[in-house]
């Protein structure tokens, strides 16, 4: 069967090293993983994040539909508005993680893992009966692109305007830019400040509007150094925002509450929402198991599926590699409770040896007042 490819498929070809990444033919970097990362801690970067899902839900049951399908509350949601939330299966597991945007009363826009496209377009359409909903995958007709790094805002001003400044985070606004129409909000999965960009009326069979609003990106952030950016990176900073990754940290046998998501779950929505109750004996029982940061103490490069060690085995690392801002090796994974308070001495299992590490804060790993959307800016 043959790969997916966006509409910068000819682009990705002659400037990265392509791999497969969840059905798609994708760059993995272009200049390395390193430089394109220190980039976005650093200035700006951009990445094509075409791959992932979009999908309209329109119609005068739209917000009950979604308040019953994501655990956070859609009908607090002001239009022109974006909500992290989870969608759940009966049991509690996560069958997703995913940002809803307001467009209108009853219009909402839903973007959601690559590695999910089609599971979870079938999850929505399954559940929507007895809701008076319009369902509609966009993902093919809608360009998506990530801009991140401190310098973000400057480059999208040049082709946006200085109405780019006043955008809050998780907010959404539509421009017309240098003749494209975009959508873009100010969110992203990097830890960075930084625009989730939605170019508009772009069919994957005519690529050439996305080609040319890419490579005007490019030329907006030339004079900062401005890199485009592959999976490679988009991983590496990822993991040091602490933030999770579908199929490796979370999946339908993890619960929000042992994924540490707890802070988006309305327990008590009084609409309801599937897997709540199953998460109300959750929290009431409490966890067997915590996600957790683990920074080695000793050179290595921990990664998914190495063994956690106390006084003997305790977990199982789910994201990890190396950390190019802090400079070595980091890690998330579960353990029991017991052993996730900051401090506590760990050994991660690598090849035939126990490596030292700790347990530490990981949301993010690095500090926020030098990097990251928080950090200081004077």
């Given at each position: 069967m043959s790969m997916r490819r966006t509409?910068?498929?000819?682009?990705?070809?002659?400037?990265?090293?392509?791999?497969?990444f969840a059905g798609f033919e994708m760059p993995v970097w272009y200049e390395g993983v390193i430089p394109e990362h220190q980039a976005v801690r650093n200035s700006v970067g951009l990445f094509d994040v075409t791959h992932m899902g979009r999908t309209l839900v329109e119609g005068e049951g739209?917000?009950?539909?979604l308040d019953y399908m994501l655990t956070g509350d859609v009908s607090a949601l002001e239009p022109m508005r974006g909500?992290?939330?989870?969608?759940?299966?009966?049991r509690g597991g996560i069958v997703d993680d995913l940002i809803t945007y307001r467009l209108s009363d009853d219009k909402f826009f839903l973007v959601y893992n690559a590695s999910n496209r089609e599971k979870d377009l079938k999850w929505l359409v399954r559940n929507s009966q007895g809701f008076n909903v319009s369902i509609k995958e966009v993902s093919d007709e809608v360009a998506m692109f990530s801009l991140q790094g401190p310098k973000a805002e400057e480059t999208l001003k040049k082709l946006c305007g200085k109405g780019v400044a006043s955008l809050e985070r998780f907010q959404l606004s539509k421009y017309r830019a240098q003749g494209f129409d975009i959508m873009a909000a100010r969110t992203g999965y990097t830890g960075e400040d930084g625009f989730e960009l939605f170019v508009l009326d772009t069919p994957l069979q005519e690529p050439w509007k996305a080609v040319r609003f890419w490579e005007m990106l490019?030329?907006?952030?030339?004079?900062?150094?401005?890199?485009?950016?592959?999976?490679?990176a988009?991983?590496?900073?990822r993991l040091e925002a602490g933030l999770c990754l579908y199929g490796n940290d979370i999946d339908e046998e993890t619960n929000p509450f042992e994924a540490r998501l707890?802070?988006?779950?309305?327990?008590?929505?009084?609409?309801?929402?599937?897997?709540?109750?199953?998460?109300?004996?959750?929290?009431?029982?409490?966890?067997?198991?915590?996600?957790?940061?683990?920074?080695?103490?000793?050179?290595?490069?921990?990664?998914?599926?190495?063994?956690?060690w106390n006084e003997g085995m305790i977990g199982i690392i789910t994201s990890g590699g190396y950390s190019p801002t802090l400079d070595k090796g980091i890690a998330m994974g579960y353990v029991?409770?017991?052993?996730?308070?900051?401090?506590?001495?760990v050994r991660i299992k690598i090849r035939d040896r126990l490596l030292k590490g700790k347990i530490v804060k990981f949301h993010p790993f690095y500090d926020e007042s030098r990097y990251g959307w928080k950090r200081d800016k004077g």
């Open positions: 509409h910068l498929y000819q682009y990705h070809r002659e400037h990265g090293k392509l791999i497969e739209a917000e009950g539909f909500l992290y939330s989870l969608m759940c299966n009966e490019l030329e907006a952030g030339e004079e900062f150094g401005i890199k485009p950016c592959g999976l490679g988009r991983d590496t900073l707890r802070w988006v779950v309305k327990l008590k929505k009084e609409r309801g929402f599937i897997g709540q109750e199953a998460l109300m004996r959750v929290a009431e029982e409490g966890v067997r198991r915590t996600r957790v940061g683990i920074a080695l103490e000793e050179r290595g490069i921990p990664r998914k599926g190495y063994e956690i029991p409770p017991e052993y996730s308070k900051l401090g506590t001495p």
